[in-house]
């Protein structure tokens, strides 16, 4: 019964040990540290000639339950949870680059990845070079000496841009680079950046993943060799997901693919309604045929996403208006979420960029972002079309 099964068993099945008490369903270790046996259990465990539990800042058996359930769903080797999605950018990147280094990302990045690259990694010496998302002939002109990562979202936040992660993936190849993917939007269950030629893929667990808003996570998988720095650096910085969260977001795991196509599903006909209204300018959603990568996306992804981002005709001004009319959906940043949510990305999530770098990363001022929800869709769009009136 060893072999490899289907995505849905995986995620429900993949379960750690049992305990004394032969539980069905996980229990939470809460617990800081685990005991030893005697002093040579003790000198063992920390010279790491067995495999164990030592202090949860390490491991925890929580957060391998979730690991092992999202390296299964990625094929991946190996993996390290984190407190948060960017806790696994920063602990990503920190572990793996020197002074000196240079990394070529495309430039439609979430928000606070752009910061990191932009404001923070400049004091340590790492340099970022960006590409357009459309543009991929752009990326080879990019690499230097020094480059030693290529890094994507896809699709992106918030513009739901798709990049194709295979092109990418042989650039990488054939420079030697580390190809990261940031793999949030799409979740493991529509896109496996792995079989597209990446070594990392990132995901923040805040959103799919959880799926119902309640805890903050992330998550960095890929290859053994890689992700074995990841650990080291991050054992001892501490960015570690807690107990309580890992087994929130394991549970959340066995509901994913079910979640998702239904999210897909609403996203997709809440997209094909915009695109037919009067009063918008323009809908973008990765399974609309009218998408400029519709044919990527469809190779890549085996659904659209929970993302439409679309534009008011009236610009900022009535933007604000649809923001202020709508009833039901709420006014949040999140996404991923059983709950629809709207965002304005130009006021919010990415009012750090200036004018100039939203306008270059395809966010006007008026562009709305909606994660679409597991309402039912008639209400969703009952409710989208009295903001519109
Ligand atoms: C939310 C998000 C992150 C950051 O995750 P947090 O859990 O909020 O820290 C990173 N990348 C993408 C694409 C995201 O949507």
């Known amino acids: 019964m060893s072999s490899k099964?289907?995505?849905?068993?995986?995620?429900?099945?993949?379960?750690?040990?049992r305990s004394q008490f032969l539980e069905h369903s996980s229990p939470m270790y809460l617990t800081s540290s685990?005991?030893?046996?005697?002093?040579?259990?003790?000198?063992?465990?920390f010279a790491e000639e067995k495999e164990r539990n030592i202090y949860s800042r390490y491991s925890n058996p929580n957060s391998s339950e979730f690991i092992e359930k999202?390296?299964?769903?990625?094929?991946?080797?190996?993996?390290?949870?984190?407190?948060?999605?960017?806790?696994?950018?920063?602990?990503?990147?920190?572990?793996?680059?020197?002074?000196?280094?240079h990394i070529v990302s495309a430039k439609s990045v979430f928000g606070s990845?752009?910061?990191?690259?932009?404001?923070?990694?400049?004091?340590?010496?790492?340099?970022?070079?960006?590409?357009?998302?459309?543009?991929?002939?752009?990326?080879?002109?990019?690499?230097?000496?020094?480059?030693?990562v290529i890094y994507a979202e896809s699709p992106t936040n918030p513009g739901v841009d798709v990049l194709d992660l295979e092109r990418?993936?042989?650039?990488?190849?054939?420079?030697?680079?580390?190809?990261?993917?940031?793999?949030?939007?799409?979740?493991?269950?529509?896109?496996?950046?792995?079989?597209?030629?990446?070594?990392?893929?990132?995901?923040?667990?805040?959103?799919?993943?959880?799926?119902?808003?309640?805890?903050?996570?992330?998550?960095?998988?890929?290859?053994?060799?890689?992700?074995?720095?990841?650990?080291?650096?991050?054992?001892?910085?501490?960015?570690?997901?807690?107990?309580?969260?890992a087994w929130v977001l394991s549970k959340s795991l066995e509901t994913l693919a079910i979640r998702v196509d239904r999210h897909c599903d609403n996203a997709l006909q809440l997209a094909t309604y915009l695109e037919q209204h009067p009063k918008v300018e323009w809908v973008k959603y990765p399974f609309l045929k009218s998408h400029p990568n519709y044919e990527i996306a469809k190779k890549q992804m085996k659904l659209g996403g929970c993302v439409v981002a679309f534009e008011v005709k009236g610009g900022l001004e009535?933007?604000?208006?649809?923001?202020?009319?709508?009833?039901?959906?709420?006014?949040?940043?999140n996404l991923?979420?059983?709950?629809?949510?709207?965002?304005?990305?130009?006021?919010?999530?990415h009012s750090k960029l200036t004018e100039e770098e939203r306008r270059s990363v395809g966010i006007s001022d008026g562009m709305i972002r909606v994660s679409v929800g597991l309402e039912h869709i008639d209400d969703i769009i009952a409710d989208v079309e009295q903001a519109l009136l």
């Open 168 to 245: 990418l993936g042989h650039i990488a190849k054939k420079y030697n680079l580390i190809f990261i993917v940031d793999n949030c939007f799409a979740s493991p269950y529509l896109q496996q950046p792995i079989k597209f030629g990446a070594d990392l893929v990132i995901h923040s667990g805040t959103k799919l993943m959880d799926g119902q808003g309640r805890v903050l996570a992330g998550i960095t998988v890929g290859n053994y060799d890689l992700v074995d720095k990841i650990y080291r650096f991050s054992r001892i910085t501490g960015p570690t997901l807690s107990p309580f969260n």
């Open 34 to 45: 685990f005991v030893f046996e005697d002093a040579e259990d003790m000198r063992a465990s």
């Open 70 to 101: 999202v390296c299964k769903m990625e094929g991946a080797e190996s993996g390290f949870a984190f407190a948060s999605g960017m806790a696994a950018v920063f602990g990503t990147f920190a572990a793996l680059l020197e002074s000196g280094d």
């Open 5 to 17: 099964k289907q995505f849905e068993t995986e995620a429900i099945r993949t379960q750690v040990e």
């Open 318 to 333: 009535a933007g604000k208006k649809f923001f202020d009319e709508i009833e039901m959906l709420s006014l949040s940043a």
């Open 113 to 148: 990845t752009h910061t990191l690259f932009t404001q923070f990694f400049p004091k340590w010496n790492i340099t970022t070079s960006y590409f357009d998302c459309n543009d991929l002939d752009a990326v080879e002109d990019l690499i230097s000496e020094k480059t030693k």
């Open 336 to 349: 991923g979420d059983s709950r629809s949510i709207v965002t304005h990305p130009a006021s919010t999530t």
